[in-house]
């Protein structure tokens, strides 16, 4: 803000509107996030019961000891880390060389591929010709069925174009080509450690997704041994629903059994949703500079 420039009425209500609704995001977004963390350490019964509603009542580290005694749990986390790391990994080595190539100029025939590719944002073939696609190239009950049918998407392609034609100068190009630098030699050595902004925010953008990815592993996993987390925690949630439910006419033992049932789940799913979020909250911090930065640059420039 400009020294000396006096404020109108109308700049202070405006000011004030901001910070209201600035506010009103801020506990939007960091309720949910307490009470998940609070419900996850709190007594099941005062969760259930809705005596706890921000900070933790009758603490208990039961649904954490729980995860952790849980081998399926342990192997689903491990199965979703390898699949995010594998599958990250392929969408940076498909996404930024294809971007890289139809931002040159000297690119022939990159209208006409681009073209191409935008027409698969509007257009798709379905899920059961891409099931079957899937099943002859026989990548079903496998790993790779996760990773190579999204290994690409075409808004961060283009969002990866556009930071290269913005941010990547021509002339830095023509220099290494003068001096007998070949394109190859030239993306990796020079355009890439120039583009850690955007290998940031394509690494968080494809991260983030691969580890919350649950219908692909849904739809092409048969063993329980190659869920991902996500789907152990789906079983999770099904079975505390079913418990919840119930039967028909059931006795007070029994029925005191499966609302204890209940609410040990319920326990347990919170302490899920908790260690599943660690990992991106953790690395968040680290990549927010870049992630800015990228974005802006590779979505308002051009």
């Known amino acids: 803000m400009l020294t000396g420039v006096k404020e109108t009425k109308r ?25 998940m963390l609070s419900a996850s350490i709190s007594d099941p019964k005062l969760v259930s019961s809705g005596e706890m509603w921000l900070w933790p009542k009758g603490i208990t580290f039961d649904g954490y000891k729980r995860v952790f005694e849980n081998s399926s749990i342990w192997t689903g986390y491990a199965n979703t880390i390898l699949y995010t790391v594998v599958g990250t990994s392929i969408n940076l080595v498909v996404t930024l060389p294809a971007a890289y ?59 990866s174009r556009t930071f290269f034609q913005s941010s990547i100068p021509k002339e830095l190009q023509e220099a290494a080509q003068i001096d007998g630098c070949t394109n190859m030699r030239l ?20 991260g983030v997704g691969n580890w919350n990815s649950y219908f692909s592993a849904l739809i092409y996993l048969n063993d329980t041994a190659k869920y991902p987390l996500q789907l152990i925690l789906r079983q999770i949630l099904v079975l505390q629903e079913m418990s919840a439910q119930g039967g028909g006419a059931i006795d007070a033992s029994t029925a005191a059994a499966m609302n204890s049932k209940a609410e040990i789940a319920a326990l347990v799913k919170y302490a899920v949703i908790i260690v599943a979020t660690i990992p991106v909250i953790a690395i968040y911090p680290f990549l927010q500079r870049y992630f800015v930065q990228g974005v802006m640059i590779g979505s308002v420039k051009g």
């Open 11 to 35: 700049d202070k209500i405006f000011l004030i509107c901001n910070y209201f609704y600035v506010f009103l995001a801020f506990i939007v977004v960091f309720y949910p996030l307490v009470y």
């Open 101 to 159: 190539a139809l931002s040159r100029k000297d690119f022939i025939g990159r209208n006409f591929f681009m073209g191409m590719f935008m027409v698969t944002m509007f257009f798709g073939g379905g899920l059961v010709p891409t099931y079957l696609l899937v099943k002859e190239l026989g990548m079903i009950n496998t790993m790779w069925a996760i990773v190579i049918p999204s290994a690409a998407s075409i808004w961060n392609i283009i969002v």
């Open 187 to 206: 993306f990796i050595k020079i355009i890439l450690p120039l583009s850690m902004p955007i290998i940031a925010v394509m690494a968080l953008f494809y």
